[in-house]
């Protein structure tokens, strides 16, 4: 049973930026993006997002397409194997999509009232 102060409605919303009509950033691009952080690589970023390489490669590649600065940095494979970090813009991005996912989050929150009162 719901109180007085608790809305029998939850608004919720996933953010999404989109540029020259596709697909910029979103929950997929920034969990890649994190995750390379910590390993340093698309391949074992890709197992332990248990996405594929091919298609973690492509989210990566579609990023730096559309972004007029790196997001990412591939490095050639050598002795050592090759890695990937992500740049300097590219944690600007995650700092920023946090922010933004975090005001919209609140918004929702404060805002579902309003569609509470439509029926009630």
Known sequence: MNTMNQSPFNMVADLSF???????????????????????????????LKMSYQHAWHILDKLNQLSHLPVVIRQKGGRDGGGCV???????????????EIAMKEFLANNSADFDNCFF
């Open 18 to 48: 989109y540029r020259e009509g596709e697909l910029f950033l979103g929950n997929t691009q920034i969990r890649l993006l994190k995750q390379v952080l910590k390993d340093g690589s698309i391949l074992a970023s890709a197992k332990n």
């Open 86 to 100: 992500v740049s300097n813009y590219g944690l600007k991005l995650i700092r920023t999509f946090e922010a933004k």
